[in-house]
């Protein structure tokens, strides 16, 4: 298992590295449609504990249930802050590393639970 972890992890490095150099903003980290309360006054983001610095499509992909959807997110963003399109090349490997995350946090509560 070490070994299919440290080759998807080579790859992912030279994706990021085969894109430098990315701007890297502070992120939400977990941003999906589960962590947007919506109130009268608006959707606000709730569950900051990822909070991260990293590419903006780190945040973007994860909101974006859709490719459609993430065009519009990317057009709604725009009118904020240019988007480096490269870091679309990302997306993959950002999931890759969200999942290899919460598989290990999945194991460790799963060990956890096991020594109670």
Known sequence: MARVHDAIAVAIDAQF???EPIARIRLHGDCHGG???WTDTGPHFVD???AR???AVQDLWMLAPTPR???ALLEGHA???DFDYREMGL???LRATRQGHRAGWGGGLARRW???
Do not use: M, S, W, Y
């Open 17 to 19: 590295a085969e894109r």
């Open 35 to 37: 962590n947007v309360l």
């Open 48 to 50: 900051l504990d990822d």
């Open 53 to 55: 610095t990293g590419p």
């Open 69 to 71: 959807a993430l065009d």
């Open 79 to 81: 009118e904020f802050r």
């Open 91 to 93: 997306i993959e490997p």
């Open 114 to 116: 096991q020594t109670l």
